[in-house]
Nanobody
Framework: QVQLVESGGGLVQAGGSLNLSCEVS????????MGWYRQAPGKQRELVAA???????NYADSVKGRFTISRDNAKNTVYLQMNSLKPEDTAVYYC??????????????WGQGTQVTVSA
C-alpha cells in the first residue's frame, strides 16, 4: 500500500513564502515522476510543477520564477518552495506521484491535499 503525506500548507500574506513537502511511503519499487497540482474553488485542478526521477523540472507559466520543485530520492520526498505568493495562488495543493510497484506496473497516487491561503 502506498501513501503520500503532505505538509507545509497554511495562511500567508501576499509576497510571503511557504514550503510544501510530500513523502511517499509503502511497498514501492521506484518512484517515477512527481508533481504538485492545485485546485481553487470553482476551478479545475491544474498542474503547478512536475519533476522527473532524474530531477528535471517543469512549471506552469503562472508560477515560473516564483516556485521551485525539488526531490530527495533517498527520502522519497518531493518539495515545492513557493515564494512571492499571490492571492491567486490560493488553492488546495495536491501531491502526485507515479510509482512503479513490485509487480512492474505503474500507478498514479495522490496526497490528501493541503490548503494554501494567500491574503492580499
Amino acid at each position: 500500500q502506498v501513501q503520500l503525506v503532505e505538509s507545509g500548507g497554511g495562511l500567508v500574506q501576499a509576497g510571503g513564502s511557504l514550503n510544501l513537502s510530500c513523502e511517499v511511503s509503502g511497498r514501492i519499487f521506484s518512484i517515477n515522476a512527481m508533481g504538485w497540482y492545485r485546485q481553487a474553488p470553482g476551478k479545475q485542478r491544474e498542474l503547478v510543477a512536475a519533476i522527473t526521477s532524474g530531477r528535471n523540472p517543469n512549471y506552469a507559466d503562472s508560477v515560473k520564477g516564483r516556485f521551485t520543485i525539488s526531490r530527495d530520492n533517498a527520502k522519497n520526498t518531493v518539495y515545492l518552495q513557493m515564494n512571492s505568493l499571490k492571492p491567486e495562488d490560493t488553492a488546495v495543493y495536491y501531491c502526485n506521484a507515479n510509482i512503479r510497484k513490485l509487480t512492474g506496473y505503474d500507478y498514479t497516487y495522490w496526497g490528501q491535499g493541503t490548503q494554501v491561503t494567500v491574503s492580499a
